[in-house]
Structures are given as C-alpha cells and as structure tokens.
C-alpha cells in the first residue's frame, strides 16, 4: 500500500476530523465501504451508522447520520448530517 489517505470528517458545526490515515469504513446507502491510499474516485450518499478510521494500529470510531462521503485525488472527505465521536481503541 502506497502512503497515506487524507481524511477529512465535516459536519455542520466544526471539523470532527481531520488527518492522514491508513483506512476508512463507512455506512454507504447501497452498503458499507472501505477506503485505502489510492482508491478510485466516487461519490456516494450515507446512511447512519459508523465510520472506522484505521491509523496503524489504532482505532478510532465516529457515528454519522447521513451525509456524503467523495472520494477523489485528495482524499476522503465525509460532509455528514451530524457527527461525533463514539470510541476509541
């Protein structure tokens, strides 16, 4: 796997997240979906449930409700309803 994938998580009032990570898992409305370094670009609407963000060995986890998650050459950035952080681990 090649670097790092910059993760942004957005929700109305602030940033919830921001930095460089090695995976996301999040609830897509056709379905859950995993984003890695490199990943082709797409865009999606979001159902409620749980983002996971991968760094390493660590593991951090968000609650969405709706949203937009859009993958391109930048990134990932999730433009959620509402968003906050759930655990840690």
Do not use: C, W, Y
Request: aromatic share 8%.
């Amino acid at each position: 796997m090649a670097g790092k994938l910059n993760f942004s998580l957005v929700s109305p009032e602030r940033e919830v997240f921001a930095g460089l990570v090695d995976q996301v898992d999040a609830p897509g409305v056709e379905g859950d979906f995993g984003v890695l370094p490199e990943h082709a670009p797409f865009m999606t609407a979001l159902r409620e449930g749980p983002v996971t963000v991968f760094t390493g060995t660590a593991r951090r986890v968000f609650t969405v409700k709706g949203g937009f998650a859009d993958v391109n050459a930048e990134g990932l950035t999730i433009l959620a309803e509402e968003a906050s952080e759930v655990a840690a681990a």
